[in-house]
């Protein structure tokens, strides 16, 4: 079954202590379509500028990613440029040029109006809100956003959040959004402004889901380096909804493999800069990781 | 099979922002000891002063505890007084009083020198060797440590870890004790310095194991207050070395339901402030929570 992702296709500037690279391909809609597409296939809607042509869309060919949904403005695409320093858990932002993105309608092509798997990325609750809106046999819409929108447009967050079943989120922004320190407090809160499935990732130290009473955690993989963490919420939100797409059926453990191929994916992501590791994974190689997973987590009841 | 642990034995002074306790009975061995206790028969050596009489002795009373490895001394027994604020994650300590604990020589009762499961808890590394080199027969020596010792006396450290099986550290003295910030190597340094098996605390984040190239991982059990952390590490230590005793073999099975039985000591203890929640476990309380961290990780390979 095909998953539909809403959001930015960007140009990214970084620096890590690794190393430094200028306006590589980045954006959230680009993490998780690359990502998501080694599972299910794959619908972007996006915008981006004249200086993202055919060479630039190469990212996206062969992969069982649909584009069409991928306008083209004029003007610039997208920027953004940050750095990580210390113990990389954090970017700091040095530059954001929104360009086309500034004025970003999503237009959903008709064939996607029946999606029935559906990420909405960070972007403005109000669009997410409208694209939610137009897609109402959806039956997994998942939403992302960051503490710009939950200080910036409290209220918009929350019409949004009362239309959608999953909240992926990291764990500090999960903390000010529920207005609540202990992690468990703030999933039962954000649970009661909508999503039934909470979603907490936490960088090194993994993630975890809450739904109903029920929680499941799956480690952070152990790397020996991390070369560059951008993207890796939005490659976790592929890995996630790309496998309940492939599954087809939204039941528990299907819902903890998700977990799992979302951590699985993020590891792989953050090795190499920007997208190059997920560009040349292989199906082989992510099952040996999943299997790893298991094998770091499993024990016996005597 | 029996556990031995040499440690403190002391009276706490607490601050925590759900409360404040004077002078209630605390130290290293004592959460070691009833804890393992729980798993199998423990015998304790330590040392008190003239103020740890009949009635403070009762905290080991009816619990398969044999205490004629408890030292009395002339003079006062230790005290320690500490404040936990924000996170709770780092005690603030306001007052150590080394007291009967400063002159500290384990004497072990000849029955003692037979043991084959041995925990050295928190005490200055070359009595931790002393009473290694007393134990030949020990089959698994655990060991604790801190910063202090670690700044204070690497040289004594490093000889005692040289003679360990495992070594069970928190994640911040892990990494500086390695002087390696990445986790994963922090603890292949450590395992060059001696012990085979490393086991790493973090806090609300669970714990980790590593062994050879594989690593374990137990979530932090989802707690919605922490009431009081103090002697959770000497619990987590309890429960693990304690189980492994019961267990009677160290295997690969066994050690990750050791330290998953470490997890859900130590989640009991920071229930309630000091021994309290500790003093009125059932085995079946423990068990029921053991299988919540069966279901809180547990996921099918498809």
């Not at 190469?58 to 403005?73: L, Y």
């Not at 409290?154 to 609540?180: C, F, M, S, T, Y």
Request: hydrophobic letters at 45%; proline letters at 5%.
């Amino acid at each position: 079954m095909p998953v539909l992702v809403v959001g930015s296709v960007a140009f990214d500037s970084l620096k890590t202590p690794f190393g430094e690279v200028k306006e590589i391909i980045g954006g959230a809609a680009t993490y998780f379509a690359v990502t998501a597409s080694y599972f299910a296939p794959v619908n972007v809607v996006a915008v981006v500028g004249d200086d993202f042509g055919p060479e630039q869309l190469k990212v996206f060919e062969g992969r069982n990613i649909d584009t069409t949904g991928i306008e083209r403005a004029p003007g610039r695409t997208f920027r953004w440029s940050g750095e990580y320093t210390g113990d990389m858990s954090e970017a700091k932002t040095l530059d954001t040029q929104l360009n086309v993105f500034e004025s970003f309608q999503p237009k959903l092509p008709a064939p996607y109006l029946e999606s029935d798997f559906v990420f909405l990325a960070n972007i403005q609750p109000t669009l997410q809100l409208a694209v939610r809106e137009q897609l109402p046999h959806a039956r997994l819409v998942g939403l992302d956003t960051m503490n710009f929108w939950i200080h910036g447009t409290p209220d918009d967050l929350r019409r949004a959040l009362g239309h959608v079943d999953v909240l992926i989120i990291n764990d500090k922004e999960a903390r000010v959004l529920a207005g609540v320190d202990n992690l468990r407090r703030a999933a039962a809160a954000i649970r009661r402004l909508g999503p039934r499935i909470v979603v907490v990732k936490r960088g090194e130290y993994g993630a975890c889901l809450f739904q109903g009473d029920a929680i499941f955690f799956a480690p952070g993989y152990p790397l020996e380096e991390v070369h560059d963490p951008t993207g890796a919420g939005d490659t976790f939100a592929g890995g996630f909804m790309g496998y309940l797409a492939s599954a087809g059926e939204v039941s528990d453990a299907n819902l903890r493999r998700a977990l799992v191929y979302g951590s699985v994916m993020a590891s792989f992501s953050v090795e190499e800069f920007g997208l190059s590791r997920l560009l040349r994974l292989s199906r082989a190689e992510i099952e040996a990781r999943f299997n790893e997973f298991k094998s770091m987590t499993h024990f016996e009841v005597c």
